[in-house]
């Protein structure tokens, strides 16, 4: 995700002249990805693990697919 967040940002850069646009789909996918990297950090230092570790993976999956899920009924998503 992390990779696909900056190759996006520079690719916008080209096209569009600006990393970012914070139009809904760059702004939640760079949520989800604050999210899951305060969960990365929260199985470091303070040590979740087990269920609360799992439940919060699968919260951030859900904003990975509701991202996705908007890009395409937005019409710009693959195939567009």
């Known amino acids: 995700m992390t990779l696909g967040i ?3 940002a ?3 850069e080209f096209a569009k002249g600006s990393f970012v646009s914070w139009n809904p789909e760059q702004t939640w996918a760079l949520v989800t990805w604050v999210f899951y990297f ?3 950090l929260g199985r470091l230092t303070i040590g979740w693990r087990a269920k609360r570790a ?3 993976t699968i919260i951030g999956f859900a904003g990975v697919i509701l ?7 937005k019409g710009h998503g693959p195939g567009a």
């Open 10 to 12: 520079v690719s916008a």
């Open 67 to 73: 991202t996705f899920i908007g890009v395409i009924v």
């Open 6 to 8: 900056i190759v996006g």
């Open 38 to 40: 305060a969960v990365l």
């Open 54 to 56: 799992a439940y919060l």
